[in-house]
Structures are given as C-alpha cells and as structure tokens.
C-alpha cells in the first residue's frame, strides 16, 4: 500500500443510509469535490477519504478511481451496510455485485475505513427495550467486528491479498476474539470459502486505530495480536466526547516507551 504523510480528514457517516441511489452518487461526488478543495489548500498536512453511494455498485467504482485519480484523495471510508431502495433491504461489502469495485481498489492500492453504523433495529430484538446497547457503547463494535468477519470469509483477501481495510476502535472487539473464531471454524467450518485463518486476514489484510478505545490493557493486548506496525493513531477527535481526558487513557507505565516510540508512525499507510 502507497504512503502517504498528512492527518487524514474523512467523510462525515451518512451516504450508506440514503435510500436513493442517483442521491447518494450526487451527495458523494459532492462531498468528494468539497474534501479535494479544501484539502488542496494544505496538501503537507492533510489528506482526505472519499464517499462512495454504495449502493450503486458500478458508481462506487467509477467513484473511488476518479477520488483517487483526479481528485488526489488517498481511499475511501464507508460506512457499514449500504440500504438499496428502502429501509430494510440491506447490502453488505461481500457481496457479488462489489466483485468490480473490489478489483478496482485493489489495483488502485489504497484503503477501505470500514466505519461503524447501527444494526436496523428489526434485525436485533435482543437489543429492543435497551436503547443503550445501540451506537457506539456496544452495536457499532459488534455490527462492524461481524461486517469485517464476512468479507474474511468470503475469500475477498484471497482473490485480491493486497487490499487494506481499516477498523477503529482497537479493531471492533476483532483482536480479543479472533484466536476463538478460528479454533472454532476449523472444528465446524460451515462453508466458508477463505484459504487462510481469520487471524491471518486481520494481520495481513487490517490496520487498526486507537479512536475512541483508550485503554491500555486493550491497546497492549491488540498490538501483542497484530502487531503494532499495523495500528495507527487516532483520537475520534470529532466525537464530543473526546474533548474530556478518556478514561484508562493510553499514558499508563505499563505502555513501554520503547513500544511507543519505536512504532508511533512517521508515515500513514494510504
């Protein structure tokens, strides 16, 4: 993957739940005009990630090489599942009909930030009458940690080993569970179709940030899982949440400087 120095500032969540195709295209070329702009302006220190309308699959394609070729940007953030025509007809990024859009990011060579959005609430009635259990404290993590898990198992980082997803939060719940998911498939693999181990696509295939998971045990137990050359820094610095000091933050004794300094990244993979 390419390398490119600069914060980089991605799309604000949204495009993937228009229900409107032609929409979500304009809304995207848009967005992707107005981030090239603005980030033209100080190209030694930002860079920026295109939206895509999902749910368009050939506009996607058509979208993220014009982002990345004419426009400059350095990859692209969706957000979760995309929904085709109504509310309850969801798409997630395994799908047959992104096999074009994947081939195509794959020769391009740069990221997809796979960001969190909510399960529909029809899908999770075990979440109904605990309104808490949605966003970020809990359904962000499991929805994405199972979005990631599909396009493992469906023998996209075979076909295409080069290409990079993102995940935020210390990987989704992913680098805690991972040595488990994969005991348990190989005892009952159910059809899956991937050529290697769950846990070799996250070491292979991911990068993960620290936004908004500040914990010190976690962020250890992450980098002794993947490695700490695939963790990138990041605040979720948008969130109002992360003006206030996060709790267990990541300035513990226990973090060794050695760690820190010698993989806090000079350069951003995009």
């Known amino acids: 993957m390419r390398h490119r120095q600069g914060r980089p500032l991605p799309p604000v969540p949204g495009i993937q739940s228009l229900h409107d195709?032609?929409?979500?295209?304009?809304w995207a070329q848009q967005l992707n005009d107005y981030a090239a702009k603005h980030?033209?302006?100080?190209?030694?220190?930002?860079v920026s990630f295109a939206a895509l309308p999902m749910q368009d699959p050939a506009a996607a394609t058509t979208e993220i090489r014009r982002a990345v070729t004419e426009l400059g940007l350095v990859g692209a953030l969706v957000n979760g599942f995309s929904q085709f025509g109504d509310e309850n007809t969801v798409v997630y990024l395994d799908d047959p009909r992104y096999a074009e859009f994947w081939s195509t990011v794959a020769e391009l060579d740069v990221p997809v930030y796979l960001h969190p959005r909510d399960p529909l609430e029809s899908t999770t009635p075990q979440y109904h009458g605990h309104p808490w259990l949605y966003g970020s404290a809990w359904a962000f993590s499991v929805e994405t940690g199972t979005h990631a898990l599909r396009l493992m198992g469906s023998g996209l980082f075979d076909r295409h080993p080069n290409l990079n997803i993102i995940l935020g939060h210390l990987g989704e719940l992913l680098p805690f569970n991972i040595w488990r998911t994969d005991h348990r498939i190989a005892v009952a693999p159910r059809g899956i179709d991937s050529q290697h181990s769950f846990g070799h696509y996250l070491r292979n295939n991911f990068y993960l940030t620290t936004s908004g998971n500040f914990r010190t045990p976690a962020l250890l137990n992450t980098i002794q899982e993947v490695g700490a050359d695939r963790l990138l820094f990041a605040a979720d610095d948008r969130s109002r949440t992360c003006a206030k000091r996060p709790i267990g933050s990541t300035d513990s004794k226990s973090t060794t400087t050695t760690t820190s300094r010698s993989h806090a990244p000079t350069h951003w993979p995009y």
């Open 21 to 26: 195709a032609a929409q979500a295209v304009d």
């Open 39 to 46: 980030v033209a302006h100080r190209p030694d220190r930002f």
